[in-house]
């Protein structure tokens, strides 16, 4: 009956640690639980204009969904993210989930005349 009573303790031990254990494996990895599908929306809108773009830094948080809007003040202009495969021009907006942690230089892939080195920014992934 003793013996019994000591298995059923063991059990109960091990059954405890196997649950303490695999709650703790799910807090050591947060880029498993991130929500690659699509986090919290995060949304810029850049205005471009000869002499460059009103934003030149663009910061989220791996997993978001970022939406960036790009308003032409002046001439035609893009964005395009290097690195990222992204690019909104003009007028239109473009949304993708930030799946890549990083910095990532962006421009304006239109030639857009004498200013057109000056538009540049970073796309910045923490
Ligand atoms: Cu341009």
Same mark, same amino acid.
């Given at each position: 009956?003793?013996?019994?009573?000591?298995?059923?303790?063991?059990?109960?031990?091990?059954?405890?640690?196997?649950?303490?254990?695999?709650?703790?494996?799910?807090?050591?990895?947060?880029?498993?639980?991130?929500?690659?599908?699509?986090?919290?929306?995060?949304?810029?809108?850049?205005?471009?204009?000869?002499?460059?773009?009103?934003?030149?830094?663009?910061?989220?948080?791996?997993?978001?969904?970022?939406?960036?809007?790009?308003?032409? &003040?002046?001439?035609?202009?893009?964005?395009?993210?290097? *690195?990222? $495969?992204? !690019?909104?021009?003009? @007028? %239109?907006? =473009?949304?993708?989930?930030?799946?890549?942690?990083? &910095?990532?230089?962006?421009?304006?892939?239109?030639?857009? *005349?004498? $200013?057109? !080195?000056?538009?540049? @920014? %970073?796309? =910045?992934?923490?």
């Amino acid at each position: 009956m003793a013996q019994l009573k000591r298995t059923a303790w063991m059990g109960c031990l091990a059954l405890a640690a196997i649950l303490i254990l695999s709650a703790c494996g799910k807090i050591e990895d947060p880029a498993a639980s991130a929500n690659l599908n699509g986090g919290p929306v995060k949304e810029f809108t850049v205005h471009a204009r000869s002499s460059g773009y009103d934003i030149q830094e663009i910061k989220v948080k791996m997993g978001d969904t970022v939406k960036i809007t790009l308003k032409n &003040e002046q001439g035609m202009h893009s964005l395009k993210i290097k *690195g990222y $495969n992204k !690019e909104v021009r003009g @007028g %239109k907006t =473009i949304t993708f989930v930030a799946d890549k942690a990083g &910095e990532f230089d962006f421009s304006c892939n239109v030639s857009c *005349g004498k $200013n057109h !080195e000056n538009m540049t @920014g %970073k796309f =910045i992934v923490k």
